[in-house]
């Protein structure tokens, strides 16, 4: 029997790792077995409740103030016993985190062949995202299966001479997930709350905003609120304390704006799903919202998901107050930009991602058609 072992450690990872470990816990023929590193600690409880995963291992590196360094070298130091332990015959991680990268080394130092599930993101420039292009970039150096949400993420890979039988295309996880999340019957208080106006739903946290940059965005939200009294905002703040302090003096205190806790994920997906607008620097949101369909306005200068782009649900609004603010009013103020935006295709796939990334590492579960690398004849999702 062939033992897989799931290494991830955010709420972004988790979110779409977690169908992947129901898929193949489904299988016979492999032995699941998963490790959280616990980047993210309190964020990533929800998440593993709202799918019903429980970890085998936990690494617990999370510390007050944790840095780049110390994330690294702990994931590296206590991975490698479980990987002794284990002697997994593939070690999956997911997409960009400092998660990512450090078990991806681990793997390749112990010789085990590594998958990765989102790969070939790319926006070629390593300050942006800061660190995540450079996670992803490095982990597909040292993978065996690359597992490409969308074509354009497989040409990445195979621009930079990735072997293109090792390259699948498999529609992103995120779907998947969706479809575990999405409810008809939701109810929530903030809906309450939001009933009759337009919600605007909003996450910022990225590293590269912080100091001027979100200060700008978020004076340019509370000013478009202002106006527009049909408008209410939403804003579940990130545990950051240096978001935390920049949202709470530019955003609060407004009767029309509420700062929260993070969602539980099921309450965000579904929130989302009933939002008349995101504004996020978000990675996965992007996904997200493109996958239900919400017009979403993308606070960076440059994006990792162009196909949310070409397919009009995202809008690249910039991290200036300037071009936030043009972005944002015609969103609100013209109902044929918006309406273009709100119709919008899923370029993300079918929701079948998980079984076409467990058909490759189990073989084909019914159909023969699945499976196939980009060195064969393949069907897009
Ligand atoms: N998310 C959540 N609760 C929240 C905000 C976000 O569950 O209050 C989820 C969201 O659905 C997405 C993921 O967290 O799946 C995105 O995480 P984040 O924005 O932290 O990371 P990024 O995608 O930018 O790496």
């Known amino acids: 029997m062939k033992t897989i072992l799931l290494v ?14 129901r898929e193949l816990k489904s299988r016979e023929q492999v032995d699941t077995v998963v490790c959280v590193t616990g980047q993210h600690d309190e964020l990533l409880a929800p998440v593993l409740r709202a799918f019903s995963v429980t970890p085998d291992y936990d690494l617990g590196v999370m510390r007050p103030e944790q840095s780049l360094f110390d994330v690294t070298t702990l994931v590296l130091q206590r991975l490698r016993p479980v990987l002794e332990k284990v002697r997994p015959d593939v070690l999956l991680v997911h997409g960009d ?8 080394l681990a793997g390749y130092y112990e010789r085990v062949p590594v998958g990765h599930v989102e790969a070939g993101l790319r926006t070629y420039d390593a300050q942006r995202p800061f660190p995540e292009e450079f996670d992803r970039r490095a982990v597909s150096i040292v993978s065996r299966y690359h597992f490409a949400p969308t074509r354009q993420a497989a040409q990445n890979l195979l621009r930079e001479g990735v072997d293109p039988a090792r390259v699948f295309v498999t529609g992103n996880t995120v779907v998947d997930a969706l479809r575990t999340t999405v409810r008809e019957d939701f109810r929530h208080p903030v809906l ?8 605007v739903l909003i996450t910022a946290h990225r590293r590269e905003n912080l100091g001027g940059p979100m200060r700008e965005m978020f004076r340019v939200i509370r000013q478009a609120v202002d106006r527009r009294p049909d408008v209410k905002a939403v804003y579940p703040v990130h545990m950051n304390p240096a978001v935390r302090a920049a949202a709470e003096e530019a955003l609060g205190g407004h009767e029309r704006i509420r700062l929260i806790e ?7 997906h579904n929130i989302m799903r009933r939002s008349y607008l995101v504004l996020t620097d978000s990675g996965g949101v992007q996904e997200e919202a493109s996958s239900l369909g919400v017009p979403t306005l993308v606070m960076r200068d440059v994006t990792e998901r162009p196909e949310g782009i070409a397919a009009g649900t995202l809008r690249l609004a910039g991290t200036r107050e300037q071009t936030v603010r043009r972005e944002l009013d015609r969103l609100l103020d013209d ?12 370029p993300y796939g079918d929701g079948q991602a998980c079984r076409r990334i467990a058909d490759v590492l189990c073989g084909p579960h019914e159909s023969g058609e699945e ?5 064969e004849h393949h069907r897009d999702p």
């Not at 985190?97 to 991806?104: D, G, H, I, L, S």
């Not at 993070?262 to 965000?268: I, M």
């Not at 109902?335 to 899923?346: H, I, L, S, T, V």
């Not at 499976?371 to 060195?375: K, T």
């Open 8 to 21: 991830f450690g955010t709420r972004p990872e988790a979110v779409k790792m977690c169908p992947l470990v």
């Open 97 to 104: 985190t400092t998660t990512t990268f450090a078990a991806a």
């Open 335 to 346: 109902p044929a930009a918006y309406g273009a935006m709100a119709r919008a295709e899923d």
């Open 371 to 375: 499976g196939r690398s980009c060195g």
């Open 192 to 199: 309450d709350w939001a009933a009759g106006s337009r919600l």
């Open 262 to 268: 993070p969602l539980d994920v099921v309450d965000f």
